[in-house]
């Protein structure tokens, strides 16, 4: 059997959590979506690292699978919604839980896979990593993340260029702008995180999970108020032509041309 398309496991209270579909670039799919959400509620560890296998962190969606079908997503996956106020159920568990978040992001993180970037509490970049909030080039709005995280991160005017150009940035770019923390060879970015994770799960755990509730409680917008927004517009903004192009054209390998409807 081929094995799941995330991977947890736990050692020393620390949670590892894998994206693990190196072939497609770690692309999200909605058993990846839901995998994601269950590591995280599911975790009874002092801190997360999260990471990918393969050359990239997350492509974001599977356009073929999401964005490029009319398939309607499994019962079981909209039911998750449901549960989550249309927030999206994995980053509602990313960004409600206490436990903390490194992501060691080893290679390309766009769209969705910088959405979860941002939904972590510290971000540790490989030389070979990539950002990019690709959603205006797929004719979206982006989810929650890079609308109540990006802007506190890397302040509105660099936010507002980077999500309405649809730029990607390196590693090095992405340390100056004050996205990640740290930059580090790409046969250090493991033992970086182990080292940052280590300290954090030596302190004591109730500790620091009320820090960590603290920081949201002082710093984090309405979620759910948010989710609800963002999921809205992206459901219209999935029916335009635009949108339809912009996903075309990507599985065609060409430039798009929008047209405004």
């Known amino acids: 059997m081929s094995e799941p398309v995330v991977l947890y496991e736990e050692i020393n209270h620390i949670g590892y959590i894998t994206l693990n579909r190196p072939e497609a670039m770690n692309s999200l799919t909605y058993e990846s979506y839901d995998l994601l959400e269950d590591s995280v509620r599911q975790s009874k560890a002092r801190v997360i690292v999260i990471t ?20 309607p997503p ?3 996956h ?13 980053a509602d568990a990313l960004l409600n839980t206490n436990i903390p978040i490194i992501a060691a992001v080893n290679g ?32 979206l ?29 390196d590693a090095q770019v992405a340390k100056e702008i004050g996205l990640v923390s740290r930059v580090v060879e790409h046969d250090q970015l493991m033992d970086t995180a182990n080292e940052i994770a280590n300290k954090i799960a030596s302190n004591p ?42 996903v075309k054209a990507f599985l065609e390998k060409r430039e798009p041309v929008y047209v405004g409807r």
Do not use: Y
């Open 141 to 169: 709005c982006c989810d929650v993340p890079g609308l109540g995280r990006l802007a506190q991160l890397v302040g509105r005017e660099k936010a507002a260029e980077l999500l309405f150009t649809g730029e990607v940035i």
């Open 205 to 246: 755990p109730l500790a620091v999970q009320r820090l960590k509730e603290g920081l949201r409680r002082t710093l984090d917008p309405d979620w759910k108020e948010t989710g609800k927004w963002a999921m809205a517009q992206i459901s219209e903004l999935r029916k335009t032509e635009d949108s339809k192009e912009g």
């Open 108 to 139: 390309p993180a766009v769209g969705w896979g910088m959405e979860l970037a941002l939904m972590a509490d510290i971000r540790v970049a490989s030389i070979n990593a990539k950002f990019g909030e690709l959603f205006v080039v797929r004719g």
């Open 78 to 90: 909209v039911e998750r919604g449901r549960n989550t106020g249309g927030l999206t159920p994995a």
């Open 52 to 71: 990918s296998s393969g050359r990239a962190f997350c492509a974001g969606d599977d356009v073929k699978q999401i964005l490029g079908s009319n398939a």
């Open 74 to 76: 499994p019962k079981e």
